[in-house]
Antibody, heavy 120, light 110 residues
Framework: QVRLEESGGGVVQPGRSLRLSCAAS????????FHWVRQAPGKGLEWVAL????????NFADSVKGRFTISRDNSKNMVYLQLDGLRPDDTALYYC?????????????WGQGTLVTVSS | QSVLTQPPSTSGTPGQRVTISCSGG????????VNWYQQLPGTAPRLLMY???QRPSGVPDRFSGSKSGTSASLSISGLQSDDEAEYFC???????????FGTGTVVIVL
């Protein structure tokens, strides 16, 4: 059974930062790619970032490139998303999701999400 | 931004068959397989179909999928009330080097 639990969301002013965490309980954590996907209120899904199993490949959506960073700690089964320079349009529920071994493998398991609200 | 296009909604009566389309381009559906997700109200997305037509364990065979060229579709036969949800297609995109999602289709059971 794969369980993903996000934390770190909250209300933040424009321009400020947040760090989201994802605690994963999954067999062979270090074998898998992890993703962050967000969903603005009442809107669809938007892929945000991925990190490969070894942490060497980190890809980002154009909308967050240069502002967000992703990292992982394979010794703690944790994935992180650092959100800097937050804007109101970053307001969304942020999901952590587990993919497959390859970075283009299906995004298979999802957490319940953590809500980020950017507002003055 | 969504790159894959889906109809906003579709509906059917219990027992009917509904089909949801997903249209993309050469850098995504034209080159990679499609996955489908079901999102019940107030819940996280759940993988419903992967690699065009493969069902994860626990997904009933009332759900089926296909892909041809840059288009894909998901069909639900024997529609049930608990199929009321939003459905999203998704595929890897070579240009983005990430996943693109569809605009989402709400299925309404009349």
């Amino acid at each position: 059974q794969v369980r993903l639990e996000e934390s770190g969301g909250g209300v933040v002013q424009p321009g400020r930062s947040l760090r989201l965490s994802c605690a994963a309980s999954t067999f062979s954590f270090s074998d898998y790619t992890f993703h962050w996907v967000r969903q603005a209120p009442g809107k669809g899904l938007e892929w945000v970032a991925l990190i490969s199993s070894d942490g060497n490949t980190k890809n980002f959506a154009d909308s967050v490139k240069g502002r967000f960073t992703i990292s992982r700690d394979n010794s703690k089964n944790m994935v992180y998303l650092q959100l800097d320079g937050l804007r109101p349009d970053d307001t969304a529920l942020y999901y952590c999701a587990r993919g497959r071994v390859t970075i283009f493998g299906v995004v298979e398991f999802w957490g319940q999400g953590t809500l980020v609200t950017v507002s003055s | 931004q969504s790159v894959l296009t889906q109809p906003p909604s579709t509906s059917g009566t219990p027992g009917q068959r509904v089909t949801i389309s997903c249209s993309g381009g050469s850098s995504n559906l034209g080159s990679y397989t499609v996955n489908w997700y079901q999102q019940l109200p107030g819940t996280a997305p759940r993988l419903l179909m992967y690699s065009n037509n493969q069902r994860p364990s626990g997904v009933p065979d009332r759900f089926s999928g296909s892909k041809s060229g840059t288009s894909a579709s998901l069909s639900i036969s024997g529609l049930q009330s608990d199929d009321e949800a939003e459905y999203f297609c998704a595929a890897w995109d070579d240009s983005l080097q990430g996943f693109v999602f569809g605009t989402g289709t709400v299925v309404i059971v009349l």
